[in-house]
């Protein structure tokens, strides 16, 4: 009889591991195939906008501005929790032990919202990315079979945000660091497997539905030894300005001093509405170009296949901390990439003789490292998505140094700075501090 107790107890642990296993495969494909439907969505406005804009660039005026406020207004009334990138939602809901507080961070109606409002603000031109509300939406589509496998919940989320970015940007391998040093910022190996399969999973989906590809094409641009004095300055440039960047952002989320921050905390949808405005001047300063997710622009930078506006760098930094602050929701991967391929392609401007694909990437590892103060992430994704392993090693000096230089100018990593608020407003503890528990 014991045996036949020992025997059936061990088939039930089987079932319960191949259940646990089967729902993150499950999940994975899910947050595939919302990765694709994102991707569509956001190409789908990004071209309606410009559309409007043939007909007169001015439109931008009207259009950018009220944009803006619709979707700050529905981001904090109809779908609340939806605003930002939604990456710190995802680390305040791991954080979080008690699941009635956790679940309106990564619920499916946060989802849902986060693709509608996402794709109203790009067809209203703001510089945001999805790469970013594909983690949330990920955390979210795997949050929803918490409740068969709720020991594996922190598990789930870590894996849901994880495939979001290898699918997003169909990078595998980035996606795992960016679980393990961003989301989770330690590896568990409790869940490391089960975290595989659904990148895997999330990763076959989109290959399926749209196709094996590299995000901005292949490029073999190598960087000679001569010319190695442009990585620690575009690390120095991209760490500080990217430091710059997370350092304002981290200022409005926590409250401004004075009549500023009354003004932005009590008129927030205005306060959005003026911060289109300011993204509309840049779009028109820049023949466009600052409008959306960049992705054309750093592409063009990094192929040397299209020329963009002088001021493109500093004017998309300008329109991407504006969306930022505005409260609508919106991702920072692609419009920082961008940001980082203009840096590049200047600092390359000044060295005669230097490729100036390789100084793009760079540029690009740089800025993204000031802003995330991810630097494994950083270099991982940009050498992914290009597969240029040529210059792994210039990437991974250029990220190190942005890092130090980054911290100089914000001391606190942008993602889990706006996630404490979010903890503190849910739990009243600040973030990463032990929940108060009662006897058992």
Not at 185 to 201: D, H, M
Not at 288 to 301: F, I, N, P, R, S
Not at 423 to 435: D, F, M, Q, S, Y
């Amino acid at each position: 009889m014991r045996g036949l107790r020992e025997r059936l107890s061990g088939s039930r642990d089987l079932a319960g591991l191949w259940v646990r296993r089967g729902l993150f495969v499950i999940g994975g494909i899910a947050v595939g195939a919302a990765a694709v439907l994102m991707a569509f969505l956001a190409d789908a406005a990004q071209a309606g906008f410009r559309a409007v804009l043939g007909v007169s660039p001015l439109i931008a005026l009207v259009l950018t501005p009220l944009g803006f406020g619709v979707a700050a207004l529905l981001a904090r009334t109809v779908f609340p929790n939806s605003q930002g990138s939604g990456i710190p939602q995802v680390i305040a809901a791991r954080d979080i032990e008690d699941a009635s507080l956790r679940h309106p961070l990564v619920s499916l109606r946060t989802a849902a919202g986060k693709i509608v409002v996402m794709t109203l603000g790009l067809f209203c031109g703001a510089s945001t990315g999805r790469e970013g509300p594909t983690v949330q939406v990920g955390a979210a589509l795997m949050a929803a079979a918490g409740p068969l496998a709720p020991e594996r919940q922190r598990g789930l989320l870590l894996a849901g945000g994880a495939a979001g970015v290898a699918a997003a940007f169909n990078t595998p391998l980035a996606g795992i660091v960016f679980g393990i040093e961003e989301l989770s910022r330690s590896y568990e190996a409790k869940t490391s497997s089960l975290i595989l399969g659904a990148i895997i999973a999330a990763g076959l989906t989109s290959l399926a539905l749209v196709g094996n590809y590299t995000y901005f094409g292949t490029t073999a641009d190598t960087l000679p030894l001569q010319a190695w004095a442009v990585v620690p300055l575009c690390g120095i440039l991209g760490g500080l300005s990217g430091g710059l960047f997370s350092r304002i952002v981290i200022a409005v989320a926590r409250g401004l001093p004075g009549l500023a921050g009354r003004f932005v905390s009590e008129r927030p949808v205005v306060f959005a509405a003026f911060c289109g405005l300011g993204v509309a001047l840049c779009g028109l300063a820049t023949d466009g170009h600052a409008y959306g997710t960049g992705y054309e622009q750093a592409k063009a930078l990094l192929h040397g296949t299209a020329e963009t506006h002088a001021w493109f760098g500093p004017l998309k930094f300008v329109a991407t901390t504006l969306s930022s602050i505005s409260g609508i929701p919106g991702g920072l991967f692609a419009p920082s990439l961008a940001v980082g391929a203009g840096l590049g392609a200047e600092v390359a401007g000044l060295f005669a003789g230097v490729p100036v694909g390789a100084v793009v990437l760079v540029g690009m590892v740089a800025y993204l490292t000031g802003v995330l103060q991810a630097p494994i992430t950083s270099f991982v994704i940009v050498a992914e998505m290009t597969e240029n392993h040529a210059l792994v090693i210039p990437l991974m000096v250029a990220a190190l140094i942005a890092d130090a230089a980054s911290k100089l100018v914000c001391p606190d990593g942008l993602y889990h700075a706006l996630a404490e608020p979010i903890v503190e407003r849910l739990t009243g503890r600040r973030a990463h501090e032990p929940e108060v528990r009662g006897p058992a």
